[in-house]
T-cell receptor
Framework: DSGVTQTPKHLITATGQRVTLRCSPR?????VYWYQQSLDQGLQFLIQ???????AKGNILERFSAQQFPDLHSELNLSSLELGDSALYFC????????????FGQGTRLTVV | GQQVMQIPQYQHVQEGEDFTTYCNSS?????IQWYKQRPGGHPVFLIQ?????EVKKQKRLTFQFGEAKKNSSLHITATQTTDVGTYFC?????????FGQGTELSVKP
């Protein structure tokens, strides 16, 4: 158990809809990362938050947004969903970000139909 | 932005054979991390290398960081079926933890 909790584990929704994925980092970790992993694809970095503020952004679509709350949990919002958004979404946390190891949650498998 | 190339993409070995995956960067790295993702699982941190020429071992796994800090390798000696999974290297780029494409290892018993 990595200590990172993601909910829900599975999500099936229709095109055009909006969903929210939730992540609770390990206790004490200030940094949260979001990744997208499509079938046979690697881990695509989406965005990173550190202590409530956005720190780094990857190739995140404009339809996607995220935030980190004062209690350090984070949410990833995906809107106007398309079939191609179907993927495994991972959240990871680390103590300070940067050069410390990242602990991954179990992921949320999103299926858009 | 920083890119890290990882090869090979796939590797199929017979149990007992050795396995190596390589990561290469066009720029000097401050450090490099390695992760393993089992089928159906999530990435799990294995190790971080920081020093030029560093070599670290974890049982049958040997990790190396190049002298120029632009490449790294993970070598598994005498693979076992429990080694199956995808191995990723990851580098830090201004706060972003960027992963290589991964090497998927399959082991035939």
């Amino acid at each position: 158990d990595s200590g990172v909790t993601q909910t829900p584990k599975h999500l099936i929704t229709a095109t055009g809809q909006r969903v929210t994925l939730r992540c609770s980092p390990r206790s004490g970790d200030l940094s949260v990362y979001w990744y997208q992993q499509s079938l046979d694809q690697g881990l695509q970095f989406l965005i990173q938050y550190y202590n409530g503020e956005e720190r780094a952004k990857g190739n995140i679509l404009e339809r996607f947004s995220a935030q980190q709350f004062p209690d350090l949990h984070s949410e990833l919002n995906l809107s106007s969903l398309e079939l191609g958004d179907s993927a495994l979404y991972f959240c990871a946390s680390s103590a300070t970000g940067g050069n410390t190891e990242a602990f991954f949650g179990q992921g949320t498998r999103l299926t858009v139909v | 932005g920083q890119q890290v190339m990882q090869i090979p993409q796939y590797q199929h070995v017979q149990e007992g054979e050795d396995f190596t995956t390589y990561c290469n960067s066009s720029t000097t790295l401050s450090n490099i991390q390695w992760y393993k993702q089992r089928p159906g699982g999530h990435p799990v941190f294995l190790i971080q290398l920081v020093k030029s020429g560093e070599v670290k071992k974890q049982k049958r796994l040997t990790f190396q960081f190049g002298e120029a800090k632009k490449n790294s390798s993970l070598h598994i000696t005498a693979t076992q079926t429990t080694d199956v999974g995808t191995y990723f290297c990851a580098v830090n780029q201004g706060g972003k933890l960027i992963f290589g494409q991964g090497t998927e290892l399959s082991v035939k018993p």
